[in-house]
């Protein structure tokens, strides 16, 4: 580790799985699930896909658990549950 935890290579985040934080993990329901894509743009760890204008996938190696994505749904279409 460089001295004073200092990180010098530039767009490594891809590298650093904050899945390994999480405790539990969101479920998606697609039938209630509106695209509004709020979820997608809220993510902190940007691991909400979107493909042809609908939300595409979670991905669990960079989804924190942090549960702002079934908070923040419109329609309660994301669910968290236990990993
Ligand atoms: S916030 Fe809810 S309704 Fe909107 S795209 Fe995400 S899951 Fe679908
Ligand atoms: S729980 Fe948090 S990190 Fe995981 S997909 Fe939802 S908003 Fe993103």
Redesign the pocket.
């Known amino acids: 580790m460089p001295e004073g935890g200092l990180i010098v290579e530039a767009g490594n985040s891809i590298e650093f799985k904050t899945g390994a934080w999480a405790s539990v993990k969101p479920v998606?329901?697609k039938n209630?699930?509106?695209?509004?894509?709020?979820?997608?743009f809220i993510c902190p760890e940007g691991a909400?896909s979107v493909k042809d204008g609908?939300?595409d996938k979670f991905d669990l190696d960079f989804c924190k658990g942090c549960g702002v994505?079934a908070e923040?749904?419109?329609?309660?279409?994301?669910k968290m549950v236990k990993k």
Do not use: G, R, S, T
């Open positions: 998606h329901d209630k699930c509106v695209n509004c894509l709020k979820c997608h909400i609908k939300i994505c923040e749904c419109p329609v309660k279409a994301i």
